[in-house]
């Protein structure tokens, strides 16, 4: 009994010491042979945004908004008074200057004209005879300027009494749609002096007034391209006036984009329409993105990228617009500088930059 048990423990320190020596052996081919497929390569670098700085401007647009108006907007209004023989013109009508719009009796103001000018003859008359009179002698000064002055008035009378007849008559004063007319305005109906009847609008050219702070009124001057959108319409335009003084209210000047509008009445007086004011790229301001930049003790701060390297540096900086900025010296056009992931940069770095996009950058 005691020499089985004493085989077993043998047997089972032999198996055991034969297993040590197996895995002893396999861990030493591991080792050798699979070294290269567990190795890991050191980092070449961190990983950063990086952007090459350019010239530029750092407000290439300005944007605003306003109301889209003719070229011409005028309000007709009644110089008469009368019944409404005929209606001319509807809503939304082309006129050519000098059509009808709108005519009144004219029966009165005939009259009164055909009175006015017998007077005025009659009045010319007897300025002649009195004028011939005082050259012979026998009238006195002041009965020729008596006369004179008689004259004079039956003209003005007679003057007056032709414009009333001629305005019985409303006509377009310029080409353009008639763009609302009162409501009332039909025939029959009696119309006094002074009552509004509608407007005449020319859309071949159309306008926007802008209200701009001063920074923005100095880098614009007449002529500076402008467009102009108003719903899916596209209009090229430019500066055609800007305010010499600030309004009192807000401070702001007064600009007018004018833009010519092929659209005819698709493109209405009073519909909104967003500006864009182009100040162009030809620019001698070394511009990169504003989120490059950063303060290490009150001072302006990028990393340049140098033979894969970041490299800390310091600027001096400009305008700032969105995510524009301007610098002024540290700089220079074609350097690259980092503008994501800095925060873990330290100076001497190795970098390794993924490049964007120039618009892409400064969005």
């Known amino acids: 009994m005691k020499k089985g048990l004493i085989i077993l423990i043998i047997v089972i320190v032999v198996a055991a010491a034969g297993a040590v020596t197996f895995f002893l052996t396999r861990n030493e081919d591991i080792d050798a042979v699979g070294a290269a497929s567990l190795y890991v390569p050191d980092e070449t670098g961190i990983a950063v945004e990086a952007y090459k700085a350019s010239y ?3 407000i290439p647009s300005i944007k605003a908004s306003g109301l889209i108006a ?23 009508s082309f006129v050519r200057k000098g059509d009808p719009v709108l005519s009144v009796d004219r029966s009165i103001a005939e009259l009164s004209m055909n009175q006015a000018e017998q007077q005025f003859r009659s009045a010319e008359i007897d300025y002649a005879a009195v004028k011939r009179a005082y050259d012979s002698g026998s009238a006195s000064e002041a009965e020729l300027r008596r006369s004179r002055g008689q004259l004079s008035g039956a003209e003005a009378a007679y003057q007056n009494a032709v414009k009333r007849f001629k305005n019985t008559v409303i006509q377009a004063p310029f080409d353009g749609f008639l763009a609302d007319m009162e409501n009332g305005i039909s025939i ?4 006094s002096e002074g009552v509004r009847i509608g407007k005449i609008i020319d859309l071949s050219v159309v306008k926007v007034d802008l209200f701009l702070g001063d920074s923005e009124v100095q880098r614009i001057s007449k002529g500076t391209r402008a467009d102009i959108e108003t719903g899916t319409k596209l209009l090229e ?24 509008n092929p659209y005819g009445k698709e493109v209405r007086s009073g519909f909104a329409a967003d500006v864009s004011i182009n100040l162009g790229d030809d620019s001698s301001e070394i511009v ?6 950063f303060e290490i003790g009150g001072s302006s701060m990028v990393y340049i990228i140098e033979d894969g390297t970041a490299q800390l540096r ?15 010296s540290g700089i220079e056009a074609g350097e690259s500088v980092v503008t994501t992931g800095f925060k873990s940069l330290n100076d001497g770095v190795d970098v390794m930059p993924r490049f964007t996009e120039a618009e892409e950058g400064l969005e």
């Open 56 to 58: 530029g401007t750092v």
């Open 70 to 92: 003719g070229r011409n907007e005028a309000v007709l209004v009644s110089e008469t008074r009368g019944v409404i023989e005929s209606v001319s013109a509807e809503i939304g």
């Open 188 to 191: 029959g109906n009696y119309i």
């Open 237 to 260: 335009g430019s500066v055609d006036a800007i305010a010499l003084s600030s309004d009192r209210n807000t401070g702001s000047f007064r600009v007018v984009i004018t833009a010519a």
């Open 288 to 293: 990169i993105p504003a989120s490059a930049v």
């Open 314 to 328: 310091e600027v001096d900086t400009g305008t700032v617009s969105g995510n524009r900025i301007e610098i002024l």
